[in-house]
């Protein structure tokens, strides 16, 4: 890794908002804890949309009548999925 460092510029609005949620007054002791902070929270919130389409997959397959139900190959069904969730296939 080149540089492990981030340079970010705020101004206006954003940079007083950053300064009430920073130092003495704030929550936060520094802007990187907060950034760092924000970027956690955000990873957090990808990963639950994640599971959260799982969930919503496998309920509405739940809907669906034992009759409904055809067999298919691992390969064809691993195909669909990952076309589905919109990634490569990697055979």
């Keep these: ?31 990187s804890e907060y950034l760092r902070d924000l970027i956690r929270r955000d990873m957090e919130r990808k990963d639950s949309a ?16 034992e009759s409904e139900f055809k067999p298919i190959k691992r390969h064809e069904f691993k ?4 076309k589905r969730n919109g990634l490569k296939h990697d055979d």
Excluded: I
């Excluded at 195909?79 to 990952?82: D, E, G, N, V, Y």
């Design 1 to 31: 890794m080149a540089n492990p460092n981030v340079t970010l510029r705020v101004s206006g609005s954003l940079r007083s908002h950053l300064e009430e949620c920073t130092g003495s007054s704030g929550e936060y002791e520094t802007p």
């Design 79 to 82: 195909s669909r999925a990952l």
């Design 50 to 65: 994640k599971w959260e389409r799982v969930r919503s997959s496998l309920n509405e397959g739940l809907r669906f009548e």
